[in-house]
């Protein structure tokens, strides 16, 4: 039996009440769309089931639209997939030059932003929907610098969540263990204090805890600080270019940030260049 048939095989499992299986974007909301955890793993996994799943659902628009509205929007990112799923016998040799043409992925974009089937910003709307209660990242048992490095989405979707429930007032985190000592004041006032430029994660993990990442340009940092490493010892320019890189899923939610946050022109040049986004 190949990994296919095993797919098939398993599916029936997986499948909810109406007979459906959940997208990848809402099973794995915290995986990014052209994250490796697609290609291994539970990701890698999922997608196979997808795949069967789609195999045998009829290929009619009205059936696959209808499975689509059933599930939550998929984030921008997903928009070539989400046009397969609704028009699967459309691929062929013939019209394999558009996917490759601006001007018509452009087109197929509006066209499923207006019908409701994608959205901006819209991942962590779906991995709120599906938190019980808060996961304390240091229950996975992870330094702040690592839970910033290796669960660096997820992590942002956590800060997001405490960023509410701190807003919302009569709130009180509960005492970090030793290891995240250096992020309490963050987590219960919101202040994330002064940036450290040469210790990246860890100013990242203040301001993910403070539930407010700020930019380089923010804090006076100049790109002659961007070393372009993704090192442990990475500085703070490089960490925030990893958070961008895991916060930020369509053009439209980067434009905005840069906006608020009001980034000079050779910034957002940068911005750009580094946080390449659909």
Same mark, same amino acid.
């Given at each position: 039996?190949?990994?296919?048939?095993?797919? &098939?095989?398993?599916?029936?499992?997986?499948?909810? @009440?109406?007979?459906?299986?959940?997208?990848?974007?809402?099973?794995?909301?915290?995986?990014?769309?052209?994250?490796?955890?697609?290609?291994?793993?539970?990701?890698?996994?999922?997608?196979?089931?997808?795949?069967?799943?789609?195999?045998?659902?009829?290929?009619?628009?009205?059936? &696959?639209?209808?499975?689509?509205?059933?599930?939550?929007?998929?984030?921008?990112?997903?928009?070539?997939?989400?046009?397969?799923?609704?028009?699967?016998?459309?691929?062929?040799?013939?019209?394999?030059?558009?996917?490759?043409?601006?001007?018509?992925?452009?087109?197929?974009?509006?066209?499923?932003?207006?019908?409701?089937?994608?959205?901006?910003?819209?991942?962590?709307?779906?991995?709120?929907?599906?938190?019980?209660?808060?996961?304390? @990242?240091?229950?996975?048992?992870?330094?702040?610098?690592?839970?910033?490095?290796?669960?660096?989405?997820?992590?942002?979707?956590?800060?997001?969540?405490?960023?509410?429930?701190?807003?919302?007032?009569?709130?009180?985190? @509960?005492?970090?263990?030793?290891?995240?000592?250096?992020?309490?004041?963050?987590?219960?006032?919101?202040?994330?204090?002064?940036?450290?430029?040469?210790?990246?994660?860890?100013?990242?993990? &203040? /301001?993910?805890?403070?539930?407010?990442?700020?930019?380089?340009?923010?804090?006076?940092?100049?790109?002659?600080? /961007?070393?372009?490493?993704?090192?442990?010892?990475?500085?703070?320019?490089?960490?925030?270019?990893?958070?961008?890189?895991?916060? /930020?899923?369509?053009?439209?939610?980067?434009?905005?940030?840069?906006?608020?946050?009001?980034?000079?022109?050779?910034?957002?040049?940068?911005?750009?260049?580094?946080?390449?986004?659909?």
């Amino acid at each position: 039996m190949d990994w296919k048939e095993r797919c &098939r095989a398993r599916l029936r499992e997986h499948l909810d @009440p109406h007979g459906d299986l959940a997208p990848p974007w809402e099973r794995f909301p915290d995986y990014e769309r052209h994250t490796l955890g697609w290609r291994m793993g539970a990701g890698e996994d999922w997608m196979g089931l997808w795949g069967a799943f789609l195999d045998q659902l009829a290929p009619d628009l009205e059936t &696959r639209a209808a499975y689509l509205r059933r599930h939550p929007p998929a984030p921008v990112s997903w928009a070539d997939a989400v046009h397969d799923v609704l028009y699967p016998t459309e691929r062929s040799e013939d019209d394999s030059d558009d996917e490759d043409d601006p001007a018509a992925t452009a087109q197929r974009r509006a066209a499923l932003l207006e019908q409701g089937f994608i959205a901006s910003d819209v991942a962590f709307t779906t991995w709120l929907g599906q938190q019980r209660d808060v996961r304390w @990242p240091w229950e996975r048992g992870a330094t702040p610098e690592d839970a910033a490095r290796y669960d660096t989405r997820e992590l942002w979707f956590w800060s997001r969540q405490i960023a509410g429930l701190r807003s919302a007032g009569g709130w009180k985190p @509960p005492i970090v263990p030793e290891t995240w000592r250096a992020c309490a004041r963050a987590l219960e006032s919101g202040d994330a204090g002064p940036v450290e430029p040469h210790r990246g994660l860890s100013s990242l993990a &203040r /301001f993910l805890c403070a539930g407010d990442v700020k930019a380089p340009w923010q804090l006076g940092l100049d790109l002659a600080d /961007f070393a372009d490493s993704f090192d442990d010892d990475m500085g703070y320019v490089d960490a925030f270019r990893l958070w961008g890189m895991s916060a /930020f899923d369509d053009a439209h939610q980067l434009r905005r940030y840069l906006e608020a946050t009001r980034a000079p022109q050779d910034w957002r040049a940068w911005a750009e260049e580094q946080l390449p986004v659909d």
